[in-house]
């Protein structure tokens, strides 16, 4: 420890009397030893604030402050960081500070009373341990992205910094520069699969998915760059992008006698954004699209926190005669509220129930959602079919569409017009005789 700092008002906070971050800056600056650094992150204290008001929370970090000096005692030094924020200086090894942190953890997976309330805030922490004259800078953003880390894995977590995590951080950063070119440069395209209609034997609609055509990006799946592009906000351009590529190929399809529905994955964070609808209508009344042939999708795991203001846009996009599908059905939390509460036309039974039809609780669930769904108006499509047995148990249980390798996988718009064709000279298929023959015959 360096010599001690003359006392400044400006380097402590107003509320806990901890030292602060710019204080921090300093005594750093007067330590030459090694240490261990971690930065705890209180999570519900944003959620706190915003229910009981600052003041209360106020209250909730003066205590969490006391406890975390209670528990850290004369092992290290604590810094109020942020509002939710708190860094400890550990001047001792490893083991010793991770046994500190994990009682920090513990300590705080329990409710604490304040004035009378139960509150709850669980702790991620971050830890790392800097090199000898590494800049404060760097060591806050390395135990940063540990406590990020942290935060992803659940509530009262810690993860030690390792040098990967930084990795896929600065690809990530790469990344984001390479997808707005992308989109300037027009290098996402559409690829499209069929889905199969079980009650009448043939394909009528498809639903489209993104590809990013780029040597660099050419083998990442949607699953991984549409998650940047959505933290990035960037998506709202890509949404914009995708709907007018769908609505052109539509109108191509058409002026070759094809007439398919299509699919359109959306991002509830589209949702959000005023102009969605306003641009939705331009849209079609530019490509003059019929409102029956564009079905929307939203995946279940992604509409958690959509608010009232985003579902009334929903409901006037249903209004209109679009049909909404509530995708990856089954995977995610609330999956039987959902059912209720939002507004959709089409269950799609995520891949991962289907995987698992051969046994039987799982088979007693899809035959319950089947169930329910048709009691409550809607069609289900089951994803990810990929064999003739998943295909005829559905079909037996009455499952109204399926979507699938066993069907096609994603093709591009030339190859649909190719296997319609096919279809139509070999066995009549669009016209509504059977599907069978063309799967088992291609
Ligand atoms: P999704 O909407 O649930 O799309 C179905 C995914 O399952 C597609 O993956 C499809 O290729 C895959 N799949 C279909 N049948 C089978 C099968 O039999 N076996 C296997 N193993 N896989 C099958 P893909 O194209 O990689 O897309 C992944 C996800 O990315 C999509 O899941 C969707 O949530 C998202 N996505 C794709 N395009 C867009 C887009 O334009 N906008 C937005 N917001 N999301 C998109
Ligand atoms: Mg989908
Ligand atoms: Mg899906």
């Not at 921090?24 to 261990?36: A, P, R, W």
């Not at 009682?103 to 922490?125: P, Q, R």
Request: proline share 2%; hydrophobic share 40%; charged share 30%.
């Amino acid at each position: 420890m360096g010599r001690e700092l003359e006392y400044n008002k400006y380097y402590y906070d107003y509320l806990t009397n901890l030292p602060n971050r710019y204080f921090l800056y300093e005594y750093y600056n007067h330590d030459n030893n090694k240490f261990i650094f971690v930065l705890f992150y209180f999570d519900n204290l944003t959620y706190i604030n915003d229910s009981y008001g600052h003041l209360f929370g106020d209250k909730v970090s003066v205590e969490i402050s006391k406890a975390l000096i209670e528990i850290v005692k004369d092992n290290g030094k604590i810094f109020r960081f942020g509002g939710d924020e708190f860094i400890v200086i550990f001047h001792r090894n490893l083991d010793e500070a991770i046994s500190i942190v994990e009682d920090v953890t513990k300590k705080f997976n329990y409710f604490f009373k304040v004035e009378g309330k139960d509150i709850l805030t669980t702790v991620s922490a971050g830890i790392y341990a800097p090199k000898i004259g590494e800049h404060m800078d760097d060591i806050i953003r390395k135990a940063n992205t540990a406590m990020l880390k942290a935060k992803k894995l659940g509530k009262s977590k810690y993860v030690i910094f390792d040098k990967t995590m930084e990795d896929d951080i600065v690809k990530k950063t790469g990344m984001i520069v390479d997808i707005k070119k992308a989109i300037l440069n027009n290098e996402f395209y559409l690829l499209f699969q069929p889905i199969y209609n079980l009650r009448e034997n043939r394909i009528k609609e498809v639903e489209a998915l993104a590809r990013w055509r780029n040597n660099k990006y050419g083998g990442i799946p949607p699953s991984r760059f549409i998650p940047v592009i959505e933290e990035t906000g960037l998506i709202k351009e890509f949404g914009v992008l995708i709907i007018e590529d769908v609505f052109k190929q539509i109108n191509d399809w058409r002026n070759k006698g094809i007439v398919l529905k299509v699919n359109i994955n959306v991002s509830p964070l589209q949702l959000r954004d005023d102009d969605f609808l306003f641009e939705f209508d331009q849209l079609i009344s530019k490509y003059k699209i019929p409102l029956n042939l564009v079905e929307i999708e939203f995946t279940e795991t992604q509409i958690l926190d959509i608010n009232q203001q985003e579902i009334k846009k929903i409901n006037e996009l249903l209004r209109r005669g679009i049909r909404i599908s509530l995708d990856d059905f089954g995977v995610g939390y609330s999956s039987l509220i959902n059912m209720i509460e939002f507004p959709i036309s089409t269950i799609k039974m995520d891949k991962s129930l289907i995987d698992r039809i051969d046994e039987k609780k799982v088979r007693t669930l899809i035959k319950g959602i089947l169930h329910i769904s048709k009691e409550m108006n809607y069609e289900v499509v089951a994803e990810g079919v990929e064999t003739k047995e998943q295909l005829s148990m559905l079909k037996e249980w009455g499952c109204d569409k399926i979507q699938g390798y066993y069907i096609s996988k994603p093709k591009a718009p030339r190859e649909i017009e190719l296997m319609f064709k096919n279809m139509y000279d070999k066995y009549n298929v669009i016209l509504g005789s059977t599907l069978e023959n063309y799967v088992e015959n291609r």
